[in-house]
């Protein structure tokens, strides 16, 4: 029995398309490494846990199937994991209006959290939420998943420059946004 901790992502996903014995556990091995980060992303993007569980699976089917049929060679799985399910969340937004996850929902928080700390990330909740789509997408993935800019640009399809732009204007936004609800400590 080998144990696939230890082979690489793209090693796995060739594990995946081969009819071996190890393509279950291959696929077991992807989804601990990426469902957490998948469903995260999910979550914050459609807003709902409803239509986050279902673009969830949905992604893990089409990945599946992809590899099984052997429609495609990755090397980089993170990446095509979050661009199945940012063509799926994507699509589904483009169908509905009213989008909104609180912080916590978010973050998948079980701990208890102090009173601040929660009024804070219903606030940074707000703030987000009153992002353009296009800079909110940019900061989840480079900020809260924290992937570097060119595989977000791999994700979107959009230049390096862009992504920083976003970034960097989303970063202004929030700031703005929370401006009136923090002390200036110096």
Same mark, same amino acid.
């Given at each position: 029995?080998?144990? $696939? ?7 796995? =996903?060739?594990? $995946?398309?081969?009819?071996? !014995?190890?393509? %279950? ?10 469902? @957490? ?5 999910? /979550?914050?993007?459609?807003? !709902?846990?409803?239509?986050? !569980? ?20 990755? *090397? ?6 979050? &661009?199945?399910?940012? !063509?799926?969340? $994507? ?5 509905? @209006? ?5 912080? %916590? ?14 009024? =804070?990330? *219903? ?13 909110? *997408?940019?900061?989840?993935?480079? *900020?809260? %998943?924290?992937? #570097?800019?060119?595989?977000? /640009? ?18 202004? @936004?929030? &700031? @703005? =946004?929370?401006? #009136? ?6």
């Amino acid at each position: 029995m080998k144990d $696939l901790g230890t082979y690489t992502d793209a090693a796995l =996903f060739a594990l $995946l398309m081969a009819k071996s !014995n190890e393509r %279950e556990k291959a696929f077991a091995e992807l989804y601990s490494r990426y469902s @957490q980060k998948v469903y995260l992303y999910c /979550s914050k993007v459609m807003g !709902n846990r409803q239509d986050a !569980n279902d673009l969830f699976q949905e992604t893990w089917m089409k990945f599946h199937n992809a590899a099984v049929k052997a429609e495609v060679v990755v *090397e980089n799985v993170g990446g095509y994991l979050f &661009r199945i399910a940012r !063509n799926l969340c $994507l699509n589904k937004k483009r169908s509905q @209006q009213n989008v909104h996850v609180t912080f %916590e929902e978010f973050y998948g928080s079980t701990h208890d959290t102090t009173y601040e700390q929660k009024e =804070f990330n *219903e606030l940074l909740n707000r703030a987000l939420d009153l992002l353009d789509v296009d800079y909110r *997408e940019a900061f989840v993935l480079h *900020e809260i %998943e924290g992937l #570097p800019y060119d595989e977000i /640009s791999v994700i979107t399809g959009d230049t390096v420059a862009a992504l920083k732009n976003r970034v960097w204007r989303a970063r202004k @936004q929030i &700031r @703005q =946004f929370l401006s #009136p609800f923090l002390i200036d400590v110096q």
